[in-house]
């Protein structure tokens, strides 16, 4: 893969996942955009010197999300991984609690890819969003349905936005992970089998590729990434 003078933005770029798609990115010779908003993250970033830092940017706000785009005239790919996770049943979920989550995975992924598509050259580009396994087998989703509900849009604005836009040379495909081995959770569930999980680097390198120039017909997807789980 070659992103040589290319720019990627990379939301939640600083956590587990996103730390892992920016060093490959890197390694690759991009150019990354990383937008965050908790200090303590950016200041523990690895590729905090390598990176292009947009402090403060929340992602559900479309004036910060503009501020996150201004300025880039080569924009390749935009990599949507910012999201959230919350268990609870619909009995113990409320109103505020349900579009804390649509916010979170929906509305973040939905802003970006406009931004990214108004934002997008005559060469086009790449769009790769994150959904999870839940979103995709809603049967999964038991105890945690607005979690699955907000992850099932994120699935379905994808193959719907790669239909809009295929004309114009923009690929958009997910991925949908399982549970990432990650030492968050871990923590959360010490006694699962961890070596089922997929790993960060492993995610990362299916996202590389689909948001890459070698890319050239895989749009619409939605690519399960479940490791052996």
């Given at each position: 893969?070659?992103?040589?003078?290319?720019?990627?933005?990379?939301?939640?770029?600083?956590?587990?996942?996103?730390?892992?798609?920016?060093?490959?990115?890197l390694?690759?010779?991009?150019?990354?955009?990383?937008?965050?908003?908790?200090?303590?993250?950016?200041?523990?970033?690895?590729?905090?010197?390598?990176?292009?830092?947009?402090?403060?940017c929340?992602?559900?706000?479309?004036?910060?999300?503009?501020?996150l785009?201004?300025?880039?005239?080569?924009?390749?790919?935009?990599?949507?991984?910012?999201?959230?996770?919350?268990m609870?049943?619909?009995?113990?979920?409320?109103?505020?609690?349900?579009?804390?989550?649509?916010?979170?995975?929906?509305?973040?992924?939905?802003?970006?890819?406009?931004?990214?598509?108004?934002?997008?050259?005559?060469?086009?580009?790449r769009?790769?969003?994150?959904?999870?396994?839940?979103?995709?087998?809603?049967?999964?989703?038991?105890?945690?349905?607005?979690?699955?509900?907000?992850?099932?849009?994120?699935?379905?604005?994808?193959?719907?936005?790669?239909?809009?836009?295929?004309?114009?040379?923009?690929?958009?495909?997910?991925?949908?992970?399982?549970?990432?081995d990650?030492?968050?959770?871990?923590?959360?569930?010490?006694?699962?089998d961890?070596?089922?999980?997929?790993?960060?680097?492993?995610?990362?390198?299916?996202i590389?590729?689909?948001?890459?120039?070698?890319?050239?017909?895989?749009?619409?997807?939605?690519?399960?990434v479940?490791?052996?789980?």
């Amino acid at each position: 893969m070659d992103f040589a003078n290319q720019t990627v933005v990379v939301t939640g770029g600083t956590g587990a996942l996103g730390r892992a798609v920016v060093g490959i990115l890197l390694d690759v010779g991009a150019r990354c955009r990383v937008p965050y908003v908790v200090d303590a993250e950016a200041a523990s970033f690895p590729y905090r010197d390598r990176v292009t830092l947009i402090g403060q940017c929340e992602l559900t706000s479309e004036s910060d999300v503009a501020r996150l785009y201004d300025g880039v005239t080569d924009l390749w790919a935009s990599i949507h991984i910012a999201g959230g996770f919350a268990m609870g049943s619909v009995i113990d979920t409320d109103k505020a609690g349900m579009l804390h989550m649509v916010d979170m995975n929906f509305v973040t992924c939905y802003l970006c890819s406009r931004a990214a598509v108004q934002g997008f050259g005559p060469s086009g580009g790449r769009i790769v969003n994150v959904a999870a396994r839940p979103g995709v087998e809603p049967r999964l989703g038991a105890g945690m349905t607005a979690y699955a509900a907000s992850k099932a849009a994120v699935a379905a604005f994808t193959q719907a936005l790669a239909a809009e836009v295929a004309g114009r040379g923009i690929l958009v495909n997910a991925v949908a992970p399982s549970i990432i081995d990650t030492p968050a959770n871990r923590a959360a569930m010490p006694n699962a089998d961890h070596a089922a999980w997929p790993k960060p680097e492993q995610i990362a390198a299916t996202i590389a590729f689909l948001a890459s120039p070698d890319n050239k017909v895989t749009t619409g997807g939605v690519v399960p990434v479940p490791g052996r789980t």
